[in-house]
């Protein structure tokens, strides 16, 4: 969608496996991705204060 900054989905199968996926657009062409076990809002926390 135009205008979002961010897209957060919790309980996404993959290879049998239930994960989270996290995106947030930074800046006008980069996006930061992560995947993780755990929630995907908290990922985005947790990416940030690294």
């Known amino acids: 969608m135009r205008g979002e900054r961010k897209l957060m989905l919790?309980?996404?199968q993959?290879?049998?496996?239930y994960l989270s996926l996290a995106i947030k657009r930074?800046?006008?062409?980069?996006?930061?991705?992560?995947i993780t076990n755990t929630f995907a809002h908290q990922?985005?926390?947790e990416y940030?204060?690294?």
């Open 10 to 12: 919790d309980g996404v």
């Open 14 to 17: 993959i290879f049998g496996c």
């Open 26 to 34: 930074i800046g006008k062409d980069e996006l930061v991705s992560v």
């Open 43 to 45: 990922a985005l926390v």
């Open 48 to 50: 940030r204060n690294r």
